[in-house]
Antibody, heavy 120, light 109 residues
Framework: QVQLVQSGAEVKKPGASVKVSCKAS????????MHWVRQVPGQGLEWVGM????????TYAQTFQGRVTMTRDTSTSTLYVQLSGLRSDDTALYFC?????????????WGQGTLVTVSS | EIVLTQSPGTLSLSPGERATLSCRAS???????LGWYQHKPGQAPRLLIY???SRAAGIPDRFSGGGSGTDFTLTISRLEPEDFAVYYC??????????FGQGTKLEIK
């Protein structure tokens, strides 16, 4: 069965970087675009960006341009999202989610979420 | 960039009642690329509806979606206790960003 298992909670200081992982199983990793979505406490879902695991190409939401880096390791079917220059308003639950091949597909499977807390 | 506005922000209903949630887009959305998700605290979001009206695998038939252009709805015909959650619409067309609406909280009255 399809599973997306994310890394554990992180606590970081302002200005630091964080890297969250998402290990995929139960499907062909390189056949589905993968997305990252976050939820700031008390707010809604926000699309962060996506990666084509086959080519490694990425598209980021403009809000995160310059601060976010998405990568993948095809040998372990693992995705990574790194956010730098952390601020208190980056405190959020970060989810990975499976799309389809390219855009134009809903997000049908999600990871369990990783809480990133930014605090001095 | 397409902005999705959901209404109402909070909907208070009782089990057994009918719920109608609205999602309005700032410009026309191809109905093939409009989805609805259910999100409960501490859980991953769950895909309910894709293509505006198609139920995802395993979703009960009390959930239905409709609409076109700029106006879409999610209807829950008879609320069950487990349906109380936050619901989001999302457009996932050919070009990103794949924005979500701000959510509708469905709470027990």
């Amino acid at each position: 069965q399809v599973q997306l298992v994310q890394s554990g909670a992180e606590v970081k200081k302002p200005g630091a970087s964080v890297k969250v992982s998402c290990k995929a199983s139960g499907f062909r990793f390189t056949s589905y675009f993968m997305h990252w979505v976050r939820q700031v406490p008390g707010q809604g879902l926000e699309w962060v960006g996506m990666i084509n695991p086959s080519a490694g190409t990425v598209t980021y939401a403009q809000t995160f341009q310059g601060r976010v880096t998405m990568t993948r390791d095809t040998s372990t079917s693992t995705l990574y999202v790194q956010l730098s220059g952390l601020r208190s308003d980056d405190t959020a639950l970060y989810f990975c989610a499976r799309g389809g091949w390219g855009g134009a597909y809903p997000f049908d499977y999600w990871g369990q979420g990783t809480l990133v807390t930014v605090s001095s | 960039e397409i902005v999705l506005t959901q209404s109402p922000g909070t909907l208070s209903l009782s089990p057994g009642e009918r719920a109608t949630l609205s999602c309005r887009a700032s410009q026309s959305v191809d109905s093939r690329y409009l989805g609805w998700y259910q999100h409960k605290p501490g859980q991953a979001p769950r895909l309910l509806i894709y293509g505006a009206s198609s139920r995802a695998a395993g979703i009960p038939d009390r959930f239905s979606g409709g609409g076109s252009g700029t106006d879409f709805t999610l209807t829950i015909s008879r609320l069950e206790p487990e349906d109380f959650a936050v619901y989001y619409c999302q457009q996932y067309g050919d070009s990103p960003p794949y924005n979500f609406g701000q959510g509708t909280k469905l709470e027990i009255k």
